[in-house]
């Protein structure tokens, strides 16, 4: 029976985590292009399917109903050639991922960013605060092996493209190891 572990998908998994506004998004959707593979925005997916369960009276959004999200998922996963972004990554299944990219993002650029979205009040704080703390970046490091976990820096257009060659050239030397 397929397990879905790395050593049956000819194509890696990629996992784009970090704060709200750091950029998985203008960085995925580019690497999907430029790679060609299958980008996954979690948040939509969820949207979409309204994998969700209860209400958050905090953030006055409802709750993400993980376990859904999971099967909802996991077979585009087992194929590989997957990006997958989303602002928190403790929950999903470790032998999904070849590599998880944790973006990070100064606070003033985080803030300027969030505002521009709309974010106000408790929101943003609490996201520039999740950034100030590294929360991701901590949640990332438990929950995966430190050897696929790396942190990029993504403040200005040139780190855009730096972190696109730099993860281009890394799926492309897994791809090579796997012939
Ligand atoms: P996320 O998907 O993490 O919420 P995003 O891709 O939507 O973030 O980016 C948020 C905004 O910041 C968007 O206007 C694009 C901009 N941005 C993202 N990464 C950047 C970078 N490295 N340099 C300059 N602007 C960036």
Redesign the pocket.
């Known amino acids: 029976m397929a397990t879905g572990n790395a050593e049956e998908r000819n194509s890696a998994n990629i996992l784009l985590t ?1 704060t ?8 995925g959707q580019e690497l999907a292009e430029r790679l060609s593979m299958n980008y996954i925005n979690v948040g939509d997916v969820a949207k979409e399917k309204e994998l969700y369960e209860g209400w958050d009276d905090e953030y006055e959004c409802p709750f993400l109903d993980e376990e859904r999200v999971i099967d909802e998922l996991d077979d585009v996963l087992r194929q590989g050639g997957c990006i997958v ?1 989303y ?1 928190s990554c403790e929950f999903f299944p470790e032998r999904w991922f070849d590599f998880v990219f944790v ?1 990070r993002t100064d606070n003033t650029n985080l803030y300027n ?1 969030l505002e ?2 709309g974010y106000s009040g408790k929101k943003l704080e609490d996201n520039v605060q999740c950034e100030i703390f590294q929360t991701i970046l901590e949640e990332a490091v438990s929950s995966y092996l430190p050897s696929i976990v790396f942190e990029l820096q ?4 040139e ?2 493209e730096s972190n696109l060659c730099t993860i281009e050239e890394m799926v492309k030397r897994w791809t090579s190891n796997k012939r």
């Open positions: 970090g709200p506004g750091t950029g998985k998004t203008t960085l972004d602002h973006l960013r521009q979205r993504s403040n200005t257009p780190d855009m």
